[in-house]
């Protein structure tokens, strides 16, 4: 089993950055792909960042590139999105998710391919 709390999140002005965590706890081998999904209410969850954990590799959402820094600190078992130059458009509920290591080519962005969820936190971007 796998847990996933996200904090973090808040208020803030355009330009602004906040720092997303996810603490995380669980079975290591559940938590190979890390990744970081938003959502809007009545539009489907979107891919912001991902982390493989094995190769240390990471990915970004178009609309987030040069933005957004995932990270990870293994002695404290947290996930981190760094949110710079923050858009109103940025405004959503953001996730944690983790899923194991995937056979074959592995979309990190497809949100159905990971097992566990965080609750979630609201980021809410004003201009």
């Known amino acids: 089993q796998v847990q996933l709390v996200e904090s973090g999140g808040g208020s803030v002005q355009a330009g602004g950055s906040l720092t997303l965590s996810c603490a995380t706890s669980?079975?290591?081998?559940?938590?190979?792909?890390m990744a970081w999904f938003r959502q809007v209410p009545g539009k489907e969850r979107e891919g912001v960042a991902a982390?493989?954990?094995?190769?240390?590799?990471?990915y970004y959402g178009n609309a987030v590139k040069g933005r957004f820094t995932i990270s990870q600190d293994n002695a404290k078992n947290t996930l981190y999105l760094q949110m710079n130059s923050l858009k109103p458009e940025d405004t959503a509920i953001y996730y944690c998710?983790?899923?194991?290591?995937?056979?074959?080519?592995?979309?990190?962005?497809?949100?159905?391919?990971?097992?566990?969820w965080g609750q979630g936190t609201q980021v809410t971007v004003s201009s």
């Open positions: 998710a983790s899923t194991s290591r995937q056979s074959g080519i592995f979309n990190p962005f497809v949100s159905a391919r990971y097992d566990y």
């Open positions: 669980g079975s290591k081998e559940s938590m190979y792909w």
């Open positions: 982390l493989n954990t094995g190769y240390r590799t990471t």
